[in-house]
C-alpha cells in the first residue's frame, strides 16, 4: 500500500514514556499483530538503559496498540543474511526478566511465540478472556533460545512447558491463568484500571525491599541463592530511613511515604 502525498509516516516502533515512578512500553504495530523485528529490539533495549539509569522509577509496564499483544520476533527478518539469530531477540528478553524496576504486561489479546516469553520475562501478567497464546517453534522447525526455555520451566513447570513447547497447542485465556502464565484475568474495561491500580500500589512500596526482593526472587527460581547478597541487603533496609517510616506509618495506621533511602 502506497503512502498519500505529504501523509506523516506512522512510527511503530515501541513507544517509551515515563510519569514518576511508572514507567511504560507501548507495542505500536498493530497491523503486524506487533511483532518485534530486530529494530524494535534495539528500541527496547534502549528505553530499557533509560528506565534502569532512572533511580526514580520503580514500575515498568508493557501495553499493546490492537487486538494482539505481540507476536514475538519477526521471523521474516531470519531470512535476510544480515539479521541477527532469534537468540538475539532472547537476549533482549534476559534484559527485561534483570530490569531493575517491577515489570507488568497488559495482555489484551493474543500472544505467540517469543512473545509468550517476553510476558514471562515481567513479574506480573494480566489478562483478557480474549488472550490466548501458542509457541510454534516446533512447528516452524526452529530451536528455542536458552532464557526462554528456563523461563517456560520457572514459571509454568516442565509438563506445561513441555505440552506447549512439543506440541505448539494454542490454549485460552483460562487455561494460561490455570498454569499460572496470568496472574489475573480481567475483563476488558478493567484491564488498564487494574493495571493503574497495581502500578501505584507497586510505586508506593519501599524500593529497597521491593527491587531488591524481585531481583532475587527472580534469581532463587534459577536456582541462584546469593545468601551473604541477600543478607546484606536485609541489613540494608534495616538501617534505613524507609524502614523506620514504614514502622511509624504501621504504628499511626497511616500510608507510609518511602523515599529509597
Keep these: 500500500m502506497t503512502r498519500p502525498l505529504n501523509a506523516p509516516e506512522v512510527v511503530t516502533t515501541p513507544e517509551l514514556v515515563i510519569h514518576g515512578r511508572i514507567a511504560t512500553i507501548r507495542f505500536r504495530n498493530p497491523a503486524y499483530a506487533n511483532r518485534l523485528s530486530p529494530v524494535d529490539l534495539?528500541?527496547?533495549?534502549?528505553?530499557?538503559?533509560?528506565?534502569?539509569?532512572?533511580?526514580?522509577?520503580?514500575?515498568?509496564?508493557?501495553?499493546?496498540?490492537g487486538k494482539y499483544f505481540c507476536s514475538g520476533y519477526d521471523i521474516s527478518s531470519l531470512a535476510a543474511e544480515t539479521a541477527p539469530s532469534s537468540t538475539y531477540f532472547g537476549d533482549t528478553v534476559d534484559l527485561i526478566e534483570t530490569a531493575r524496576p517491577v515489570t507488568i504486561a497488559a495482555i489484551n489479546g493474543g500472544v505467540y511465540g517469543g512473545g509468550t516469553d517476553l510476558?514471562?520475562?515481567?513479574?506480573?501478567?494480566?489478562?483478557?478472556?480474549?488472550?490466548?497464546?501458542?509457541?510454534?517453534?516446533?512447528?516452524?522447525?526452529?530451536?528455542?533460545?536458552?532464557?526462554?526455555?528456563?523461563?517456560?520451566?520457572?514459571?509454568?513447570?516442565?509438563?506445561?512447558?513441555?505440552?506447549?513447547?512439543?506440541?505448539?497447542q494454542k490454549i485460552e485465556s483460562q487455561e494460561m491463568l490455570a498454569?499460572?502464565?496470568?496472574?489475573?484475568?480481567?475483563?476488558p474495561e478493567h484491564l488498564l484500571v487494574r493495571l493503574d491500580e497495581l502500578?501505584?500500589?507497586?510505586?508506593?512500596?519501599?524500593?529497597?525491599?521491593?527491587?531488591?526482593?524481585?531481583?532475587?526472587?527472580?534469581?532463587?527460581?534459577?536456582?541462584?541463592?546469593?545468601?551473604?547478597?541477600?543478607?546484606?541487603?536485609?541489613?540494608?533496609?534495616?538501617?534505613?530511613a524507609d524502614m523506620k517510616e514504614g514502622a511509624?506509618?504501621?504504628?499511626?495506621?497511616?500510608?507510609?511515604?518511602?523515599?529509597?533511602?
Design 119 to 168: 510476558c514471562l520475562a515481567c513479574d506480573f501478567r494480566l489478562g483478557v478472556p480474549a488472550a490466548n497464546m501458542f509457541m510454534p517453534a516446533s512447528k516452524l522447525g526452529l530451536h528455542f533460545y536458552p532464557g526462554g526455555m528456563v523461563r517456560y520451566v520457572t514459571r509454568l513447570g516442565l509438563n506445561n512447558a513441555k505440552k506447549l513447547f512439543l506440541t505448539s
Design 199 to 240: 502500578s501505584e500500589q507497586l510505586a508506593g512500596m519501599a524500593p529497597i525491599a521491593l527491587l531488591g526482593i524481585k531481583k532475587h526472587l527472580n534469581l532463587v527460581a534459577r536456582g541462584i541463592v546469593n545468601d551473604q547478597e541477600i543478607r546484606t541487603a536485609v541489613a540494608h533496609s534495616e538501617k534505613s
Design 179 to 187: 498454569i499460572g502464565f496470568l496472574t489475573e484475568l480481567l475483563e
Design 248 to 261: 511509624l506509618a504501621w504504628k499511626e495506621k497511616r500510608s507510609a511515604t518511602f523515599t529509597g533511602k
Design 42 to 65: 534495539d528500541v527496547i533495549k534502549a528505553h530499557l538503559a533509560i528506565v534502569n539509569d532512572d533511580e526514580n522509577v520503580l514500575v515498568l509496564r508493557f501495553i499493546a496498540d
